[in-house]
């Protein structure tokens, strides 16, 4: 795999430069390595990835449904083939571990087998009229062309889970990476369906400078679908500025995940599963448990218990199999944590570990005895930082757990599983799982948030609705008996 060629635009099937004057380092958040350098796409490079889109998803009409399935499979392929040299580049982009790596590669392999079956599910209906020899068909169409914003966290994935299924309803695509991570969030991924066989131009990756390009990838009159995956200030502009143009927003956001430890759970478990939660890849997952609620009665014992299990966490070298904890993804999100952990304290926040900072690399840190009026309870803490709730009863929990603007992720651990079933009812967020993690995500089940976590459903049926239409054509096989 060539890193100087994903160093470049993806345009209408060609790499090259773009025609900004802007150029871009993609730093190794480790070690500060300039991993490759491109030359930023302008508003004229996004203008020609949106027509070379609406051209090729005309050549991709004609394509056979069973033809466009092992395309896509062969990107599954491609993807195998690769994985050791994918692997090592999450590692080096991202900052992620080797174990980040493997479950991330994991999720993008099955969400593109699972968006191959979407060429031959785009099911039509006939249905009956009102009237007399009227035949109403109702045809599944894709919607055109999707313009995709990813993050920088989990990229491969969050631009495949829209990318992929897109691509398997029978649209066009651009794909805009953050600037954080332009290879694995987009240029690889253009490599992966331009090698897979896609006609030339149905996928652009376009890497640039929101400062230049402005709202133009939103704004542009060509897509008809915007999928945006990143933070809830960002996409509420977007939602919006997408709305205004009569544009389809997906959105998925931002999460402040609750993570609820009831009396009777297998606390040793619990400890676990709250520690992974958190902390994987650094806690930059917007699924990621920000605060963990704990019953009094067994409060002091998951915190002792959990304050020995994270300050064992490794910190360093992503590259280190040791490690589980490497580097944030840079020096802003580095600072911004650093301020939310000293303001969480000055607000009354118990550091019950309190990790040292070295550049962008932070040992994790527990505050307790927080409540929920402190900025800590109520923002999304992305990074290795956590909150510890003590709650008395379950409608305490249920109220904590809902005292937030978002509604993503969440979990219950309990040994009587309908009590958590039926707790995590009253929990307002999209997902929720009892004895288990809060970081889920599976290809056939609807993701997505509630309240200012975001809009729509992704994954399985919900992808397919989400990125085609319905025409409803009718055929008279007779003549209407017309008043005049």
Known sequence: MNIE????????????????????????????????????????????????AEKAKQEWDKVNPYKKRDILENAVKYIETHEEEITSII???????????????????????????????????????????????????????????????FPFFLSMKSVAPALGAGNGVVLKPHEDTPIMGGTLIGKIFEEAGVPKGLINVVVADIKEIGDAFVEHPIPRIISFTGSTQVGSYIGQLAIKNF????????????????????????????????????????????????????????????????????????????????????????????????KGISEGATPLLKGNVHGRLLEPTILADVTTDM????????GPVVCVIPFETEEEAI????????????????????????????????????????????????????????????NGEWSLEEFTTLKWISVNYGQRNLPY
């Open 375 to 382: 900025s800590v309870s109520q923002e999304e803490l992305f």
């Open 5 to 52: 060629m994903l160093g470049k635009q993806f345009i209408n099937g060609e790499w090259r430069d773009g025609q900004s004057d802007t150029l871009l380092n993609n730093i190794n958040p480790y070690n500060d390595q300039v991993i490759n350098t491109y030359k930023l796409a302008d508003i004229q490079d996004i203008d020609l990835a949106y027509q070379a």
């Open 91 to 153: 590692m080096d982009e991202l900052g992620g571990t080797r174990l980040k790596a493997a479950f991330e590669i994991g999720l993008v392999k099955n969400i593109i087998k699972e968006a191959a079956t979407f060429p031959l599910r785009m099911e039509g209906k006939i249905l009956p009229s009102t009237i007399d020899d009227v035949e109403n068909r109702l045809y599944r169409i894709p919607a055109g062309v999707v313009g995709v914003i990813s993050p920088f966290n």
């Open 247 to 342: 544009k389809k927003p997906l959105l998925e956001l931002g999460g402040n995940s609750a993570f609820i430890v009831l009396e009777d759970a297998d606390i040793d478990y619990a400890v676990n599963a709250a520690t992974f939660s958190r902390f994987t890849h650094q806690g930059q997952i917007c699924m990621s448990a920000n605060r963990i609620l704990v019953q009094k009665s067994i409060y002091n014992e998951f915190t002792e218990k959990y304050a020995q299990k994270v300050a064992s966490l490794t910190v360093g070298d992503p590259r280190d199999p040791q490690t589980i904890i490497g580097p944030v993804i840079n020096d802003r999100q580095a600072k911004n944590l650093e301020a939310l952990i000293e």
């Open 399 to 458: 109220d904590i757990a809902n005292n937030t603007r978002f509604g993503l992720s969440g979990a219950v651990h309990t040994s009587n599983l309908e009590r958590g079933v039926e707790l995590a009812k009253k929990v307002h967020t999209g997902m929720i799982h009892v004895n288990d993690l809060t970081i889920n995500d599976e290809p056939i089940v609807a993701f997505g948030g509630e309240k200012q976590s975001g809009i729509g459903r992704l």
